[in-house]
């Protein structure tokens, strides 16, 4: 008997003529790690929320077929013991912490079990370790980062020892090593203590080499499953957008078994590099990477001084009123027309940094000047209008009843008009479908849209964005990366906190790295995330030593592919390395 056995389930949210999950048939044996796959929008979320038996007595709406867990109808078990099998963490940690301490949130669903003391003391003792959140664990829960707030909710979620974990997008505020850590442990869950894991995930290089299946999901349909190799394979003469990058590179050179790691990736790359083609000539690592040195390693300028940086901060300190100190001197200068991506550790002070360049929050010590103007002393007034701020919570910019509301408000609140605009930019962020939809209804991707367009739409000239790619798939990056490539082109500045990697290496021009408050590398991407271990993209990886240099899929394109063509034996090649 299958752990989980969906028939012909059709799910309507309330007030909605589309169906967010249409005829689903599926079964989920015992053990498996499953990885749900598919763009904003596509019903993941809607199938989490299914499997956790919340659809449709917390959401409401109307439904049909039916979901046996255990071979009982989901909708008539005790929810008390539902909770203690199924534990869900939702996309956005905010709406799953209810308590003000971070202990106390983590022993709250304890509580709610009626567990004794005992038993809750050692298990709220056993997560808080194991998660790493001692040091933190009498902090003001509001208070902390997103990813902080991320680690917490999976804590608390852990904590109940529920046999099936059902994960929305666990990952997404969390930096690259928190990430891995993260995930790693999920997969011994899975391993060693036979969880059952359903995760929803849309920066695949993180996840994809770990699930047993994959579920691929399009307008509320699945529409792909099977083992993570299998679908990896189906995509090779289709759509790759839902593989991770080393996957994508070889499946655009039609090979065949397509590798899923960095391990596997760099084995096959070294064995195409040597392979001797039809001329007797044999590619190696030092003509590959002299190759693309050249083209990818110039660096481009970075605003050291002079009066045409748009945005500098000047030796900046800033301590929160709890006595923690997020930012140590930082000096920073970004010119007119720049891409900046920066990154770092959560809790490295890179929010609080974006904080004082929007002017929410005012410097202990040092200056922030915008558009030539000391704002730490004289205000954003005359200047609010030219500069852009998006957090990492869209949702506290979403208070109208329909999309358009929202991006008119935002041109009447600073007395400007323009139908066009707001046209223009509903099509940009693929909204125009959503034009009088409450956003509050809308998927966690498309919310992160509306609020981005509304604060886009008064065409400022500094654009600073908190986490602007979480929840939004990879076919809406790069719709995002290029529009916001093209702003700089014409000469407005961007500057971007994200933990996506992979985003800034093919997007931004410019990296800056934070760590405790400080700025502690800045330089051009080739620079900074080339010689970094835990910031590289994942093809950065797996070309490091082999074609250094190469960071993205364009530019693997570009100048390593040509070294493969006409190359003979490419399939046995393959086949033997792997």
Excluded at 63 to 74: A, N, P, R
Excluded at 139 to 157: C, E, R, Y
Excluded at 206 to 234: E, F, N, P, Q, W
């Amino acid at each position: 008997m299958p752990l989980y056995k969906i028939e012909n389930l059709t799910y309507y949210y309330p007030d909605t003529a589309t169906a967010a999950l249409e005829n689903i048939n599926l079964e989920i044996e015992a053990g498996e790690f499953i990885l749900v796959v598919g763009g904003s929008g596509s019903g993941k979320s809607s199938l989490a929320r299914a499997l956790a038996g919340l659809i449709p007595d917390f959401y409401g709406g109307r439904i049909g077929g039916k979901i046996y867990f255990q071979g009982l109808d989901i909708r008539t078990l005790d929810r008390r013991k539902l909770s203690r099998q199924v534990g869900m963490v939702f996309q956005d940690p905010e709406k799953q912490i209810v308590q003000t301490q971070v202990e106390a949130e983590i022993a709250f669903g304890l509580e709610n079990l009626g567990l004794a003391n005992e038993e809750m003391l050692r298990r709220v003792a056993e997560v808080t370790c194991f998660m790493g959140l001692t040091p933190i664990r009498d902090s003001f829960t509001a208070n902390l980062s997103g990813g902080q707030k991320q680690k917490l909710a999976l804590a608390a979620v852990l904590a109940m020892q529920p046999h099936v974990l059902v994960l929305d997008e666990p990952t997404s505020q969390l930096d690259p090593a928190a990430a891995e850590e993260i995930l790693n442990l999920v997969k011994r869950l899975n391993e060693e203590m036979g969880f059952t894991v359903i995760m929803i995930e849309q920066r695949l290089e993180r996840c994809y080499h770990l699930a047993d299946r994959v579920l691929l999901m399009a307008g509320g349909k699945i529409t792909c499953d099977g083992s993570t190799r299998a679908v990896a394979g189906r995509t090779i003469a289709g759509d790759q957008s839902f593989l991770p990058p080393v996957a994508r590179f070889f499946a655009r050179l039609q090979s065949t078994p397509i590798p899923l790691t960095v391990k596997e990736g760099r084995k096959l790359l070294r064995t195409r590099l040597n392979t001797i083609d039809g001329n007797g000539e044999c590619y190696i690592a030092e003509t590959c990477a002299a190759r693309v040195s050249a083209a990818c390693c110039a660096s481009p300028p970075v605003t050291e001084g002079g009066g045409d940086s748009v945005a500098r901060l000047k030796n900046l300190w800033f301590t929160y009123p709890d006595g923690a100190e997020v930012l140590k001197g930082v000096n920073l200068a970004v010119g007119e027309g720049e891409f900046v991506a920066i990154l770092g550790e959560n809790g490295a002070g890179k929010s609080t940094m974006l904080r004082q360049l929007a002017g929410l929050l005012q410097p202990d010590r040092g200056t922030v000047e915008i558009l030539g103007q000391d704002v730490s002393k004289k205000g954003y007034r005359e200047i609010r209008k030219q500069v852009a701020y998006l957090s990492q919570n869209p949702n506290d910019y979403l208070f109208q009843d329909t999309v358009e509301e929202e991006l008119l408000f935002t041109l009447k609140n600073f007395h400007l008009s323009g139908t066009g605009i707001v046209d223009e930019i509903l099509a940009r962020f693929n909204l125009t479908r959503h034009r009088r939809t409450n956003p509050r209804d809308l998927s966690s991707g498309e919310r992160q849209r509306v609020a981005l367009a509304s604060v886009l739409v008064t065409s400022p000239k500094l654009i600073i964005l908190d986490e602007p790619t979480r929840g939004i798939d990879y076919r809406l990056k790069v719709e995002l990366g290029l529009f916001l490539q093209q702003l700089a082109a014409s000469g407005r500045t961007v500057i971007l906190v994200t933990h996506d990697v992979e985003f800034a290496a093919e997007y931004a021009a410019r990296t800056v790295m934070m760590f405790s408050g400080r700025v502690v590398s800045d330089g051009s991407k080739h620079d900074v995330l080339g010689k970094s271990v835990f910031y590289a993209p994942q093809l950065g990886k797996m070309c490091r030593g082999l074609c250094d240099g190469v960071l993205t899929l364009q530019e693997a394109q570009r100048h390593i592919y040509p070294l493969f063509a006409g190359s003979t034996g490419r399939d046995e090649v393959l086949e033997a390395s792997l």
